[in-house]
């Protein structure tokens, strides 16, 4: 089973419409946990850390289940510029290495 | 500061050539990580370091080799390329110090190789 599963998508929608992604993972001994974008051909750029009580910047809202190992992230608003895959992240300190785990991303497009 | 820089930014190997990934940070980042990524498959890690002169597997390590006698250079070793090992290779790098990371990491550009 993979750590970090996330639905692929594609997600295509117009510009202002709100989208969400979702993401479980398979280890509940799991620290830290963030969502990354990454456009065509780029690399992998933080968009923002994930915290238990949830947070949100701007037109961004990520939130934490734990009980359930769910994370989403919420985009209000919908520009084109959002059009990117967004991966989710997890860190796993339970094992002994403690590394980052990615899942392998949702691609989302805006159209105008 | 230049961030994390990677060379070349693409290749072409034949099988069983070897080479060298660059990569470099000047941001004094003590942790430092090669992944790879598929179409479908993520990202991937294939070594790691929390220091100068530690190095560790990830979690696909066969086929290369890493060393980190610097704090700032961390090159990936292709031994004898293979055409599965056609991908995208990305360098990080974390100010987290030698423990597991659990700050931002930053990425270079990446490197697209081509092993035919």
Redesign the interface.
């Known amino acids: 089973r993979k750590e970090?599963e996330q639905d692929?998508g594609p997600f295509n929608v117009p510009e202002g419409a709100t989208v969400a992604f979702n993401c479980t993972y398979s280890n509940s001994a799991s620290?830290?946990f963030?969502w990354y974008r990454q456009d065509c051909r780029?690399?992998?750029?933080?968009l923002m850390?994930v915290y238990s009580s949830g947070n949100e910047d701007g037109r961004f809202t990520a939130q934490l289940n734990r009980a359930s190992q769910y994370i989403s992230l919420l985009i209000r608003d919908s520009k084109l510029s959002d059009s990117a895959t967004y991966?989710c992240v997890v860190?796993d300190?339970g094992s002994t290495?403690?590394?980052?785990y990615?899942?392998?991303?949702t691609q989302l497009t805006v159209w105008p | 500061n230049a961030g994390v820089t990677q060379t070349p930014k693409f290749q072409v190997l034949k099988t069983g050539q070897s080479m060298t990934l660059q990569c470099a940070q000047d941001m004094n980042h003590e942790y430092m990580?090669w992944?790879r990524q598929d179409p479908?498959?993520?990202?991937?890690?294939i070594h790691?370091s929390v220091g100068a002169g530690i190095t560790?597997q990830?979690?696909v390590p066969n086929g290369y080799n890493v060393s980190r006698s610097t704090t700032e250079d961390f090159p990936l070793r292709l031994l004898s390329a293979a055409p599965s090992q056609t991908s995208v290779y990305?360098c990080a790098s974390s100010p987290q110090g030698r423990?597991?990371?659990?700050y931002?990491?930053y990425?270079?550009?990446?490197t697209r190789l081509t092993v035919t």
Do not use: A, I, W
Not at chain 1, 42 to 46: G, Q
Not at chain 1, 97 to 100: A, H, T
Not at chain 2, 40 to 45: A, F, H, K, Q, S
Not at chain 2, 107 to 110: A, Q, T
């Open positions: 970090v692929p620290q830290s963030f780029k690399e992998p750029k933080l850390s991966l860190n300190r290495l403690g590394r980052l990615f899942g392998r991303g | 990580s992944y479908g498959m993520g990202l991937r890690l790691y560790d990830g979690e990305f423990r597991p990371p659990t931002e990491q990425f270079g550009p990446g």
